[in-house]
């Protein structure tokens, strides 16, 4: 409504978010929370089986600091930047979501940003000072020490950061009491940690064994016990990730039941849900025969067989991530905010006066014949396009040609007829929020849209048209409007006094 | 001064949610915040300048290749530290100014979202510069070309910012923009951009002078005729020289911003700011003229009349933001509170959708329930074919006879079918009457 719109038509805006934090998450789960504890558990191992009169086992440490330069130089580059860059891409095509979210969360987001510099600056010294470490065995120990500190901080960022997004996923909270407490105390904060925490540590340790097949050569012994120890590392860990995902996904319908306005789950969402099964067993499978093959015969383990594994494993928690998208639908800000990023509270205005008025940038304030298409380009911009495309992704005219037939002419009546009930039956979808007027400007531009091929632009190519009814003219008359109510109410109250 | 805004500006609406901290607060949390950052900015932009330099000068002189390589390190964690250190600022202006800074995003949306790829780019070719060094010393123009690309990048990216710091002060032209390339050209990016790539060289002439004259630095160890004073001399003299230029650059950026921020206020504290910076500049010539073993006499003083000179640069650049978007959060606010009042009053007296049946008389018994069925079933469902739900004939085949069973289903239906969506509930759409009417519809059709 009040942000001129970028919007991708082909690429889909949601998808934009999706790839930047799917990106995020596996950096920050698998070459930081997962993979630096076990890089400072094989430095301490080398430590513990140093030869006679050294400080370590030297071929062995340098090992460890080449798995630790591949973390080092991709989380502080791919990592850092994704993390920003899920900003960025949020505020492009949300901005009213997370610009409401930041004036909640703004000391919990502080915080954790504390944090975060915190692990920079551990993360550098651990890996810079590492060379100069080694010529004592104390500062060898205190370097040691680093790792532990590092692990523990990169294990705190995403405590703070999953209870951030476990407050997005909480119906009710918004409107009752606006707290971070409420994302530590929701029901899906301690199943997911429990689930991240295990999980981040497999998939570290898969990423360092795959690491290890491309560091060492062929029938080494230090390869072979090398394997050996990131085996263990995954063995130990996979059962109680199992668990987590097994409680997580126990946890899930019940808190995705709350959060449906209707108590039904969606057709989307239980295929999914099916196909999450599979996956997570498919994974563990994997894992779990990766690891064990590593123990008993650690020649079978080649590059090749780790690299798919790690891929595979990093695919699984691509995957995962998808379960926070479902559950926020049609909110999101549970409760507060649609995913169209109108408010709900608001709704009854806009069904009164349609949407079309109150935009800061629209080219049609009003619904006429002659400008019909263009208001419907208008509508679906501020009311479909933070989802749907015209012509790419999840486009508005494969939905409708999904329900009515692929390649039959789209009927306006009939989706005039659908689009004012549709919340009832897709329960992920938020309600339309114009009035008559705009209905049938929308389903004239979706069949047009279906007839041409039109492509929607956003507004960075675009650029925006400001709404007649919004602009500055009217903004002052309505604030001098104000000036003289609040002096005359002065005025009244003054006289009141008086008498 | 509302006059300075054109009638073709837009008055969008703004969150309504409370900042959640006094606004002075986050105000100067902003400025602290952002020099912190720029300062690591600086000294990334800076250090790959030096660097690209320096080894391009080594090809004759090892000696600077050596020094170099030693400046490269540096750029490595100073690219962290601006990119953590960015974060805080970012929350704070996102606060502070949602509005305006997210509409001056999305204008630009393409090469700011861009930042991302091209900032992870620019520092992987860091880290293989680095990295390569020794690897890469036979090959030594592709070794430069992997810095100089990373220059370019480095030098590219401050631009896309300034665009968009610059974009969210001017509401008045976001009607005007179509793309980044559009807002570039409005006049004085280029200006502000030519006083940050000065301030960045003077930073890091000081920041060399600092690095290089460590007391546990094993300066000698590493260089064969290139001594401590001569690098500090030079660095020195480098701050000097893009100190003095912004005597030049600074006027030009305040001429060529738009009145509308301009006030005694702003030019008082840049005023001030410059007056410090006189004396740190006297003593930097001094150092550089004067005997060598007293080259460091006033590097503190240097750097704290530097610092504040900083501080209120800094402070000017948040004046000038204040003071230009004032007016047009005054009339953003009027907008915001009358888009309220109208939003409550509507809430209280919710409108009841009802639209007329369009009947078809000459149906008869059934006209109504078959109106009925056009406006509520239609999109779902049709005679003899499945659309969304299953075809009328379906439901007559499983309901003929049971017309109190179909309407209870019309009601509150359950679901049957895995492979159909959920049909939604009519119960509270639907009067007894209604739910009679359309069960009589349908079951009388043929």
């Known amino acids: 409504m009040d942000f001129p719109l970028f919007h991708l038509d082909w690429l889909n805006d949601r998808f934009l978010i999706a790839m930047i934090a799917i990106i995020h998450v596996i950096i920050n789960h698998g070459l930081a929370v997962g993979f630096i504890p076990l890089v400072t558990w094989m430095e301490q191992k080398g430590v513990k089986n140093s030869p006679a009169m050294e400080i370590t086992d030297l071929s062995w440490d340098q090992l460890a600091w080449k798995m630790m330069k591949v973390g080092f130089i991709i989380t502080t580059t791919l990592g850092a930047m994704t993390g920003v860059g899920i900003w960025f891409s949020v505020a492009l095509v949300s901005p009213a979501s997370i610009g409401s979210l930041i004036r909640v969360f703004y000391w919990a987001w502080f915080a954790e940003w504390m944090v975060f510099v915190t692990e920079v600056v551990l993360i550098m010294i651990y890996f ?6 080694n010529k004592s065995l104390a500062s060898k120990l205190r370097h040691i020490r680093f790792g532990w500190f590092l692990s523990i901080f990169s294990w705190i960022t995403m405590a703070i950061i999953v209870s951030i997004l476990g407050f997005m996923m909480d119906p009710g909270n918004w409107n009752t009491h606006h707290s971070l407490l409420n994302g530590f105390t929701n029901p899906i904060y301690i199943p997911q940690l429990l689930f991240r925490t295990p999980t981040a540590m497999v998939v570290g340790g898969v990423f360092g064994l795959m690491l290890i097949t491309l560091f060492t050569e062929r029938g080494a012994l230090l390869r072979k016990n090398a394997i050996r120890s990131a085996s263990v590392w995954i063995l130990c860990w996979a059962p109680l990730s199992l668990a987590g995902a097994v409680y997580y996904y126990g946890v899930m319908p019940a808190v995705m039941t709350a959060n449906m306005s209707t108590a039904v789950g969606t057709m989307d969402f239980s295929q999914y849900y099916d196909l999450l099964r599979y996956v997570i067993g498919g994974a563990m ?200 109510e609040k002096a ?12 | 001064m509302l006059h300075v805004l054109l009638a073709t500006t837009p008055v969008p609406k703004d969150i309504p949610l409370d900042l959640p901290l006094p606004q002075w607060l986050l105000v100067t949390i902003l400025v602290i915040s952002f020099l912190a950052h720029i300062v690591f900015v600086n000294l990334m932009l800076g250090g790959s300048l030096l660097t690209l330099w320096a080894e391009i000068k080594g090809l004759k002189d090892k000696d600077y290749d050596k020094f170099a390589y030693e400046t490269a390190k540096t750029i490595t964690v100073n690219k962290s530290l601006a990119v953590v250190l960015g974060v805080a600022p970012l929350l704070s202006i996102n606060t502070l100014y949602s509005v305006y800074f997210y509409s001056a995003n999305a204008l630009t949306g393409l090469m700011w979202i861009s930042v991302i790829p091209l900032v992870t780019i620019a520092f992987l070719l860091t880290y293989l510069h680095k990295y390569s060094w020794h690897k890469l010393a036979d090959n030594k123009p592709l070794h ?55 301030a960045s ?48 650059i600074g006027p030009v950026v305040l001429f060529t911003l738009p009145s509308k921020g301009l006030g005694w206020n702003l030019i008082a504290v840049i005023g001030a700011g410059a007056v410090i910076a006189i004396p740190a500049m006297i003593w930097i010539w001094k150092a550089i003229n004067g005997p060598e073993e007293r080259i460091d006499q006033h590097f503190g003083k240097v750097v704290l009349a530097l610092s504040i000179t900083v501080l209120f640069m800094g402070s000017g650049r948040q004046i000038y933001r204040a003071n230009a978007l004032a007016p047009h959060q005054q009339l953003m606010a ?7 009042r109208l939003s409550a009053e509507a809430r209280a007296h919710p409108q009841e959708e009802s639209i007329a049946l369009e009947i078809d008389t000459s149906l008869g018994d059934v006209a109504k329930g078959a109106a009925l069925f056009k406006m509520n079933c239609s999109a779902c469902h049709q005679k003899d074919a499945k659309l969304v739900g299953p075809p009328i004939l379906e439901m007559v085949e499983i309901y003929r006879g049971k017309a109190d069973q179909l309407k209870e289903w019309i009601r509150k239906p359950g679901k049957k079918r895995p492979d159909y969506p959920q049909m939604p509930a009519f119960g509270d759409r639907l009067s007894e009457d209604d739910l009679h009417e359309l069960a009589k519809y349908i079951l009388s059709v043929k």
């Open chain 2, 201 to 248: 060289l003077g930073v890091t002439g000081l920041f060399i002078f600092w690095y290089t004259g460590r007391k546990n630095y094993p300066f000698e160890s590493y260089y064969t005729h290139l001594t401590r004073y001569a690098i500090k001399k030079k660095a020195y003299s480098l701050t000097l020289a893009a100190s003095g230029a912004q005597f030049l």
């Open chain 1, 128 to 133: 810079l000072t590492w060379e100069n470490a």
């Open chain 2, 144 to 198: 430069i070309a992997i810095i100089g690309a990373a220059v370019l990048i480095f030098l590219f990216i401050p631009l896309i910012f300034l665009v968009n710091i610059n974009l969210m002060l001017f509401p008045e032209k976001w009607g005007t923009i179509s793309g980044f390339l559009s807002a570039l050209v409005l006049p004085n990016v280029f200006p502000r951009y030519l006083h940050f790539i000065c």
């Open chain 1, 488 to 499: 005359a109410r002065l005025v009244e109250n003054d006289t009141t006094s008086v008498n």
């Open chain 2, 334 to 340: 009027a907008k915001t509170e009358e888009f309220r």
């Open chain 1, 285 to 484: 499978l994997l894992v779990v025969l990766l690891s064990v093959t590593g123990l008993v015969k650690s020649s079978l383990v080649r590059f090749p067989f780790a690299l798919f594994c790690c891929l595979t494993v990093f695919g699984f928690l691509g995957i995962f991530e998808r379960v926070r998208e479902f559950i926020r639908k049609p909110y999101v800000i549970g409760g507060y905010m649609y995913s169209n990023l109108l408010k709900e509270e608001d709704y009854p205005l806009y069904k009164r006066d349609g949407i079309l008025k109150y935009a800061t940038y629209t080219s049609t304030p009003t619904v006429t014949a002659e400008n019909k298409i263009a208001a419907g380009r208008n509508v679906f911009m501020l009311s479909c396009s933070r989802c749907h495309t015209t012509q790419g992704v999840n486009s508005i005219v494969y939905v409708f040609e999904r329900m009515y037939g692929f390649g039959k002419p789209l009927d306006e009546n009939s989706m005039a007829g659908y689009i004012p009930n549709m919340h009832n039956a897709r329960t992920y979808m938020p309600p339309f929020p114009g009035n008559r007027d705009e209905l049938h400007a929308l389903v004239a531009y979706i069949k047009y849209v279906q007839q041409t091929g039109e492509v929607l632009e956003g507004a960075q190519t675009e650029g925006v048209i400001v709404n007649s009814m919004n602009d500055v003219n009217s903004a002052r008359l309505l604030l001098e409007k104000q000036q003289q």
